[in-house]
């Protein structure tokens, strides 16, 4: 039962990254336009891949059964920030392959999680805890809001979608 979980968890993350990458591909021809101030596509996918990468941390450690840093603690804003700035020198290619390569790594890591972790409080990103089910909908509630966004933006390119990320 628990593995079909994992199936589904792992599934329904990735209908909705394909649904962002569509997006992404189809946005990829405006990405000297800002999308949010202060913030081109390549500075929206670095901050995607840091959110990756933050789930991905989290989810190891809680397969490993050790403490999970808290990347995040000093909140959302901060993070992001950080995010995109430990990115800025990388180039928008390099930073594409790393959104696709750091959520592979994460979707790999959900469908090896033992069975009996997934029930099993994990300590998120930012320090509260949850289960990997309820981790997962807040990172695809996460995507959808953005793939909104970018919804919005490809309608009129040029034109700041938001003043906040």
Same mark, same amino acid.
């Given at each position: &039962?628990?593995?079909? #979980?994992?199936?589904?968890? /792992? /599934?329904r993350w990735e209908k909705q990254r394909n649904r962002l990458k569509a997006l992404v591909a189809e946005a990829e021809k405006y990405r000297d336009q800002e999308i949010y101030r202060g913030w081109k596509l390549k500075e929206f996918l670095a $901050? &995607?891949?840091?959110? !990756? !990468? /933050?789930?991905? !941390?989290?989810l190891r450690a809680h397969a490993a059964g050790g403490p999970m840093k808290t990347p995040a603690t000093r909140g959302v804003d901060a993070f992001n920030a950080q995010?995109?700035?430990?990115?800025?020198?990388?180039?928008? #290619?390099?930073?594409?392959? #790393?959104?696709?390569?750091? $959520? #592979?790594?994460?979707?790999? /890591?959900?469908?090896?999680?033992? !069975?009996e972790k997934i029930v099993q409080p994990l300590t998120f990103p930012w320090g509260e805890f949850g289960t990997v089910a309820y981790l997962v909908e807040i990172f695809v509630d996460h995507e959808e809001e953005h793939a909104a966004h970018l919804r919005q933006w490809l309608e009129e390119p040029g034109r700041v979608v938001s003043e906040t990320h």
């Open positions: &039962m628990l593995t079909h #979980e994992k199936q589904f968890l /792992a /599934a $901050h &995607m891949s840091g959110w !990756d !990468d /933050a789930v991905l !941390d989290a995010t995109v700035s430990t990115r800025e020198t990388l180039d928008y #290619e390099h930073i594409r392959r #790393e959104w696709d390569r750091s $959520h #592979e790594l994460t979707i790999q /890591a959900i469908r090896g999680l033992p !069975d």
